[in-house]
């Protein structure tokens, strides 16, 4: 089956430092999704990509998606405190309902 | 809030047992997933359905079933507990023609 890397599996860094994480595939998407979970909840939708190329900013967050397909990355800018926690990318291969397949996730904590 | 509604929210039982996790996708939305999160793991895919019907499977034990009733709401059955399916159980409902996950704050199983 189709399987996600995602790397680092853990950051520790200092707060206004600038953050950057990856995900790569074996397999081409067509959509990718980074997520966010806190501590105790459900994880929340930060950024969505649906094209090759494409680069997606919300606030202090960029993503993009690769351009081979099998590949996108998540840039968080000069981070604060509340950037703790696990981020997910996740990827599928169409919008026709099939699963998404989600990276084994990244741990950001942040020190004051 | 993801307006996916889950609950119960904390569940503690015993090995052996059976539990029923119930979940309400967002309004509109016809497609359910379910997903299974281990202490400091990523999210592993159990079963979607859609509009009533299994539309897709995962890593999801025999001990474990689901369905999706006329009203839209899931139900994910789990029985024989074992001490390992303690997790939080996320579900999550998808909007028509959009391949974004909106998931709810998740049910946590605890089994002694």
């Known amino acids: 089956g189709q399987q996600l890397n995602q790397s680092p599996q853990s950051m520790f860094i200092q707060e206004g430092e600038d953050v950057s994480m990856n995900c790569t595939s074996s397999?081409?998407?067509?959509?990718w999704l980074w997520y966010k979970q806190d501590p105790g909840e459900g994880p929340v939708l930060l950024i969505a990509?649906?094209?090759?190329?494409e680069l997606t900013s919300n606030g202090r967050l960029t993503a993009q998606f690769g351009i081979t397909r099998k590949d996108s990355f998540l840039n968080i800018s000069a981070s604060i405190p509340s950037d703790v926690g696990i981020y997910f990318c996740?990827?599928?291969?169409?919008?026709?309902?099939?699963?998404?397949?989600f990276g084994g996730g990244t741990r950001l904590m942040v020190k004051p | 809030d993801s307006g996916v509604t889950q609950t119960p929210k904390h569940l503690i039982t015993a090995t052996g047992q059976r539990v029923t996790l119930r979940c309400s996708p967002r309004?509109?939305?016809?497609?359910v997933y379910w997903y299974q999160q281990s202490l400091d793991q990523g999210l592993q895919f159990l079963i979607q359905?859609?509009?009533?019907?299994?539309?897709a499977k995962g890593n999801i034990l025999e001990r474990f079933s689901a369905q999706q009733f006329p009203d839209l709401h899931s139900e994910l059955n789990l029985s024989s507990l074992e001490l390992g399916d303690s997790a939080l159980y996320f579900c999550?409902?998808?909007?028509?023609?959009?391949?974004?996950?909106?998931f709810g704050e998740g049910s946590r199983l605890t089994v002694l």
């Open positions: 999550a409902s998808r909007g028509q023609n959009t391949g974004e996950l909106f």
């Open positions: 397999s081409i998407f067509n959509t």
């Open positions: 990509l649906y094209k090759a190329g």
């Open positions: 996740a990827g599928q291969l169409d919008n026709a309902g099939n699963m998404l397949t």
């Open positions: 309004s509109g939305d016809l497609s």
């Open positions: 359905y859609y509009n009533g019907e299994e539309r």
